[in-house]
């Protein structure tokens, strides 16, 4: 954004629509530690402000996360690739990844918000390439990867350490 103090040039910025913007943003902010910079009430700059949040922008991990209402009308939209929220769609089509320095800690945020992990055994898990992780939907339905680095894998170990972690979850569900 051109705006004096927003986003920088090669600063990553990310999109997410939703129906709700202020309970989007308290959940990034309360979850995820995000910075609100701004939230806004007004569709356009000349528009009187509403009652409603119609789109927030926060700073997380150095990235720009900006949060927008979903347009009612893109769902009469002649063109079907028009942005909707995942509870429009149906499903996301974004997965985020973040990297915290405390990925239990930041889960249980989000699973005392609502939030339950995907697959697996419903916790955090050690990787085979180095991280703790988990991965979860917002109550928003976008994807989120959250992780939290353990130790550093050089690429050439990574064929070994999955096949090593495979053979361990065959055995444990009894087909080695």
Known sequence: MAIVGRQAVGQIGVTLIV?????????????????????????????????????????LSGAYLIVAKENPRWREAPRPDWPRSPASA???????????????????????????????????????????????????????????RIEDVEATELPARFAAERAAHRRARGLA
């Open 90 to 148: 149906g499903a996301t089509s974004v997965g985020v990844t973040l990297y915290v320095d405390d990925v239990d800690e930041v889960f249980a945020r989000a699973v005392a918000a609502g939030v339950r992990a995907l697959g697996g055994t419903g916790t955090v898990e050690a990787t085979f390439w180095g991280d703790r992780h988990i991965q979860f939907h917002d109550p928003f339905g976008h994807l989120w990867r959250v992780m939290t």
């Open 19 to 59: 129906r709700d913007v202020a309970a989007a943003a308290d959940f990034y902010r309360d979850v995820f530690g995000a910075e609100e910079v701004e939230r806004s009430f007004r569709l356009a700059p000349t528009d009187a402000p509403g009652d409603e949040a119609t789109a927030a922008e926060l700073r």
